[in-house]
């Protein structure tokens, strides 16, 4: 089958037209070989949205708007129908919210799915927000802040008022008074702080001095740390041994011990027992006194009659020795073989011969006599001598003296 020339300029021309049809609907999103699903949602204002202006979900674009136009007579709300594709299921409280596209303001619609189970049929209205403005979001952040200079300013103009009110005509002539005396206060400060250097000046020998002395005091003690130490170790265990001591005790065997010499002078005062026939009775006085004169007599007679009572012994080994007169004792000695030594120390328990005790004396004898030690030093028979050597011994032994001794010993 042929065509004719006419025909085929025809079938071009209409081919052309279908193809023009769908690029311009494709450049305006349309796409006439893809099935849709049409949406309304109602809106205050729509800010500059205009057809064809896009749909996006999760960033992704999924339509675009058909038409926009009021919904009523009234204008109160516009109506705008937007399209998107079938494949995308929208729960039935998903939200169309108009949103600023970029900087520029280009406005489209976000699609905010919902999480109900119930999904949008097309034809259906879905509920439509409106994102705020630049102006809008702007107030909002400065909300907060407007509200805090607010209140700020409120206390910077209470704070004005509190200082226009302290000070005041008055005040301000305090404050100029209190500031002329605090610049002659340190005036007298410096003053005072001249005088002080000229006296430090003045006197630094002296305080050269007295921090030398402090210097060598420190030096002293640092020097004598240990001893110190042991001072204050001393002092420690005295107190230790003032706290161990039964103090209460001792106060107690005290009051009990003055309570007891109390009595005894009460005692004596009223005459009662020795003490107090000795202090109140007279007789006894004078009997004492009787005696007294007796004794100093029976003295007087014996220093004048010294043969008459002189029988006395002259050492402590059981051996008792009378003498009549010193010529008789020499020849009675020489006869027996008796002998004199300087006894200088007595000890229940032996003592070396080169102890430190005989004060480096020599030829020490040691004679053991009812169970003593007995050390002796000299040996003669002549009694002079010995009463010599006992007055020289006796600087170093005070307590020493002449024993005799005898065969008969």
Not at 63 to 73: H, N
Not at 79 to 103: G, H, T, W, Y
Not at 245 to 250: H, S
């Amino acid at each position: 089958m042929k065509f004719s020339k006419d025909a085929k300029i025809g079938l071009v021309v209409i081919g052309a037209i279908v193809i023009l049809i769908w690029g311009v609907n494709f450049l305006k999103g349309f796409n006439v070989f893809s099935s849709e699903q049409v949406f309304y949602a109602r809106y205050e204002r729509v800010d500059g949205l205009k057809k064809s202006s896009s749909v996006t979900l999760k960033g992704y674009k999924v339509g675009q708007i058909k038409s926009i136009k009021f919904s009523s007579a009234s204008a109160d709300h516009l109506l705008v129908e937007f399209a998107i594709s079938d494949q995308f299921k929208l729960p039935a409280n998903s939200v169309a919210r108009i949103e600023s596209a970029d900087i520029m303001g280009t406005k489209e619609i976000k699609i905010i799915p919902g999480k109900g189970k119930t999904l949008l049929q097309t034809g259906d209205t879905i509920k439509g927000s409106i994102e705020g403005d630049l102006k809008e979001q702007v107030s909002m952040q400065m909300l907060p802040l407007k509200k805090k200079a607010e209140k700020l300013m409120s206390g910077v103009d209470s704070v004005l008022t509190v200082i226009q009110y302290i000070f005041n005509e008055n005040t301000r002539d305090n404050l100029t008074r209190s500031f002329g005396s605090i610049e002659q206060t340190f005036k007298k400060l410096e003053n005072a702080s001249g005088t002080l250097d000229t006296i430090m000046t003045g006197q630094k020998s002296h305080f050269e001095n007295i921090f030398a002395n402090v210097d060598s005091i420190t030096g002293n003690l640092k020097d004598n740390n240990k001893n110190v130490s042991t001072i204050l170790s001393n002092f420690s265990n005295i107190s230790d041994s003032l706290s161990a001591t039964n103090i209460a005790q001792t106060i107690n065997n005290a009051k009990a011990t003055l309570k007891q010499t109390n009595e005894i002078l009460e005692k004596i005062n009223s005459g009662k027992g020795s003490m107090g026939l000795l202090i109140n009775n007279d007789t006894l006085y004078t009997n004492l006194e009787a005696a007294s004169n007796g004794l100093t007599n029976l003295l007087i007679d014996v220093k004048n009659n010294p043969k008459k009572y002189m029988h006395f012994s002259l050492f402590d080994t059981g051996k008792t020795v009378y003498m009549d007169s010193e010529k008789s004792q020499k020849k009675k000695d020489k006869e027996n073989h008796v002998y004199y030594k300087v006894q200088i120390m007595s000890s229940a328990s032996q003592i070396p011969l080169d102890d430190t005790a005989f004060k480096g004396h020599r030829k020490i004898e040691e004679i053991y006599f009812n169970g003593r030690y007995k050390y002796t030093i000299g040996e003669t028979q002549n009694y002079k001598d010995i009463i010599r050597q006992l007055k020289k011994i006796r600087d170093d032994f005070p307590d020493a003296f002449v024993i005799k001794i005898s065969p008969e010993n």
